[in-house]
């Protein structure tokens, strides 16, 4: 196995994308992905696509939440190790298992970064893109989180970003930004330019 400097020179890291069911974690895991590939591979493992694959036959119990999110963090610590950018988009409700799963990448050198991706409830009604929280809050969906299950934010992410708020390029953006202030992002390619 390589030591962790090495590792750290292949540029791999954890990009962690938390949030509500319809914040926003894939629509802006896709958009900050083609800005990560310059000079490494980028995988992005959302949520719902882990769970037809990876994680498929759990429920959503706390139980099977923690485990489904353990293996996301397996498996984006592995493509990190190799040099990849390891994109994740998963509700990850328990701040004490994504600590796990930060506190796993760090041991061994492997930039994990946080984004809490916020957005209040009744946006998250209105927008309601697949029907879940009307069906959750006439209560036919038991166990749904930030309706009849907890959701614990971050206290300290690495970026916070608000899809009530802000354009999706915006906030694709601070976390551009956020990256490149960790030296894990090459300059913008205009500020390369000149
Ligand atoms: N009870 C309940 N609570 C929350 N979400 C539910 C539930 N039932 C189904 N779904 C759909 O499953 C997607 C969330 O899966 P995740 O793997 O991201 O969840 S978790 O991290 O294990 O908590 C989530 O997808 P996203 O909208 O992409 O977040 C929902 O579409
Ligand atoms: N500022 C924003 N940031 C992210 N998504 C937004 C924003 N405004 C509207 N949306 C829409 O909200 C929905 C978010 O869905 P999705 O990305 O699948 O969320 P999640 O992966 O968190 O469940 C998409 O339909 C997206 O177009």
Known sequence: MSPPSSRAARGGFVLWF????????????????????ADRHVE?????????H???????SREDRDVNVRRIGFVARLLARAGAAAVTAAISPYRETRDEVRQACEAEGIPFVEVHVQARLETLVARDVKGLYARALAGELPHFTGVSDPYEPPLTPEVAVSSDADEVARSA????AHLRARGLLGPRPEARAS
């Open 54 to 60: 990876l994680s498929r036959g759990l429920g959503f």
């Open 18 to 37: 938390t949030g509500l069911s319809g914040a926003g974690k894939s629509t802006l895991s896709r958009a900050v992905a083609p800005a990560l590939g």
């Open 44 to 52: 992005i493992l959302d949520g719902d696509e882990v769970r037809t």
């Open 173 to 176: 953006e601070a976390v551009l």
